[in-house]
């Protein structure tokens, strides 16, 4: 599996946009990038997934650079309740899932 | 609610005991996992049922033993555990096995060994 590379902690003012950045300068043709994220002292839960294209769903939206080395999650309007630690995950199929240190991200009011 | 629900939510145990955790699926899903969250550590992946069957094992030390009776459901066994087990133990599962579909996961099971 490629390896991905995610700052330890980012803060974000309530209301902005929360940008998380994530690194996979080794990823395969064949492999998604998932983003997870994880509140305190509960199960990770799955944000968005893609291959190539941009995607947005009801969460977040997830960028990929165009070589695939790079994406980043936004999350539009952070709210205190998006304070969590963010994974990001590549992988050629869902079913086995590589769970780095990940990203905390704490929304400051 | 995610469709994946885990019992007890919190379990105190001594090193002698032997007891079981429970996890269930409501989603009609085809593959479970058993994950271990230590404090202040990364998921580790435990085990894989893929259609009941095992399919991957991590390394993991026989004193935990999973069962998959069905595909909705997952059981792990604990025998003489020893305190630096004691984590925070999460289920999940996902629809197909070899697709790309995301994995749902439990609240988990918060596990103290004694």
């Known amino acids: 599996d490629a390896k991905t590379t995610q700052p330890p902690s980012m803060d974000c003012a309530e209301g902005r946009a929360a940008n998380l950045p994530c690194n996979h300068s080794?990823?395969?043709?064949?492999?998604?990038v998932y983003w997870y994220r994880q509140i305190h002292s509960q199960g990770p839960q799955y944000i968005i997934h893609g291959l190539k294209n941009n995607e947005t769903n009801e969460m977040a939206s997830l960028i990929i650079t165009e070589d695939r080395k790079s994406s980043t999650l936004i999350l539009p309007h952070a709210t205190l309740r998006d304070t969590a630690v963010y994974y990001c995950i590549v992988r050629a199929g869902a079913n086995n899932l590589f769970f780095g240190t990940g990203t905390r991200l704490t929304v400051i009011p | 609610e995610t469709g994946v629900t885990q019992t007890p939510r919190h379990l105190v145990m001594g090193m002698t005991n032997k007891k079981s955790l429970k996890c269930e699926q409501h989603l009609g899903h085809n593959a479970m996992y058993w994950y271990k969250q230590s404090a202040k550590k990364p998921l580790e992946l435990m085990f894989v049922y893929n259609f009941k069957e095992q399919t991957e094992n991590n390394s993991v030390p026989s004193r935990f033993s999973p069962e998959c009776p069905n595909s909705s459901h997952l059981f792990l066994h604990l025998h003489t555990l020893q305190p630096e087990d004691s984590a925070l133990y999460l289920c999940?599962?996902?629809?197909?096995?070899?697709?790309?579909?995301?994995?749902?996961f439990g609240p988990g099971t918060r596990l103290t060994v004694l």
């Open positions: 080794t990823i395969s043709g064949n492999e998604y």
């Open positions: 999940a599962s996902s629809l197909d096995p070899l697709g790309v579909d995301e994995q749902f």
